[in-house]
């Protein structure tokens, strides 16, 4: 079975500056997919940026960026140029296939605050 | 259009009462799922359903009964619930794949329940 660690239950970072959310996962898989999602105070889940495992390349959304370690079994995600409405709770999720659907394994999540 | 639809967006009920949670996407998407989310937890993964068909039950009590009527609707059916189901029921879709690929999952904004 998968399992995806966030370390880091809350973070705090100022407007305009940049930061680093911590994930890690363990996988026998060589072929496998993670993706970030962003759950604001609103509660409405959103896929931040996803990353398939085959590719060495990291992934960028705008502001957001990952740095994937496949080795390391790390996946860390970015965000520059920080903004108030990026306030919100971070998922990292380990995405597997299980025949015709996705399964998805969440880490616990970072909070992240945002200040002026 | 990546939405997914959800209704209601809050509902009380008695531990007697049976209600049903609606959830609807016009993504085409074949891959749709059930989650249930405690405060400050991730997302648990309640059931799958893959081209209308259930593929996964995560060990969900039968008091939880899904039911996907076609390949845009899936419905839970509540009956009998307990105060410790109280949570935020969160539905995704995906699209689906049997070559291995795991798709990003789009989720709704949720319904709200309250169990008295």
């Known amino acids: 079975a998968q399992t995806v660690t966030q370390s880091q239950p809350e973070m705090s970072v100022q407007e305009a500056e940049t930061v680093t959310l911590s994930c890690t996962y363990d996988t026998s898989e060589s072929d496998y997919y993670l993706f970030w999602y962003k759950q604001p105070p609103s509660r409405q889940m959103i896929l931040v940026i996803r990353q398939e495992a085959y590719k060495q390349q990291n992934a960028t959304e705008n502001r957001f960026s990952v740095n994937f370690q496949k080795a390391a079994k790390s996946f860390s995600l970015k965000i520059s140029d920080s903004q108030l409405g990026d306030a919100a709770m971070y998922f990292c999720?380990?995405?597997?296939?299980?025949?015709?659907?996705?399964?998805?394994?969440f880490g616990t999540g970072t909070r992240l605050q945002v200040t002026l | 259009d990546t939405e997914v639809t959800q209704t209601p967006k809050h509902l009380v009920m008695g531990m007697t009462n049976k209600k049903s949670l609606k959830c609807e996407q016009h993504m085409g998407h074949r891959a749709m799922y059930w989650y249930k989310q405690k405060a400050k937890k991730p997302p648990e993964l309640m059931f799958v359903y893959s081209y209308e068909k259930l593929s996964i039950n995560e060990s969900v009590p039968s008091r939880f009964s899904p039911e996907c009527p076609n390949s845009s609707l899936l419905n839970l059916h509540l009956h009998a619930l307990q105060p410790e189901d109280s949570a935020l029921y969160l539905c995704a879709s995906s699209r689906s794949s049997g070559t291995g690929k795991s798709y990003e999952q789009y989720f709704g904004p949720g319904t709200r329940l309250t169990v008295t």
């Open positions: 999720a380990y995405g597997s296939n299980t025949g015709t659907a996705s399964k998805l394994t």
